[in-house]
């Protein structure tokens, strides 16, 4: 089982024509690049055990129905994660391998503020989906 739980925001409120692109690439390396450079490290192992779990963490800004402004480079780079999970989840298939991208939903975490953040949810509450995941049975 692998959970790819990156993330950052480096670009809060910003707008789209002003966030500095520098800081969109590194929120992308971390958010999109990182992950995926996990999920090409596992995947031959996984495959010749036969079995495996790879649980991407995204976010609702990370869908493309549900973004708004703010914070482009994030939600750019957890849209990327959404399609690099489509894209292996397709690919490894036919190995007992499932592949999902998830929304923990907005938990207090050091991300968001920690203990003073105004989030709703606990990090615990957010990793149940992860589990839940990470569990799948194969026909999953």
Not at 24 to 47: C, D, H, M, S, Y
């Amino acid at each position: 089982v692998l959970v790819n739980n990156a993330g950052v925001i480096l670009d809060a409120k910003a707008k789209i024509a002003e966030v500095p692109i520098d800081l969109v690439r590194q929120t992308f390396e971390i958010n999109t690049l990182g992950p995926l450079r996990f999920i090409q490290a596992f995947l031959p192992l996984l495959k010749e055990s036969g079995y495996g779990r790879i649980v991407n963490v995204s976010s609702t800004l990370g869908s493309l129905t549900e973004m708004t402004s703010g914070t482009p480079g994030y939600s750019v780079s957890k849209t990327a994660l959404n399609a690099v999970t489509r894209i292996s989840a397709d690919e490894v298939k036919e190995h007992n391998i499932l592949i999902n991208s998830m929304c923990p939903g907005y938990c207090k975490t050091d991300m968001t503020g920690g203990d003073n953040s105004p989030a709703p949810r606990t990090a615990e509450q957010g990793a149940a989906t992860a589990i839940f995941l990470a569990t799948l049975a194969d026909d999953g």
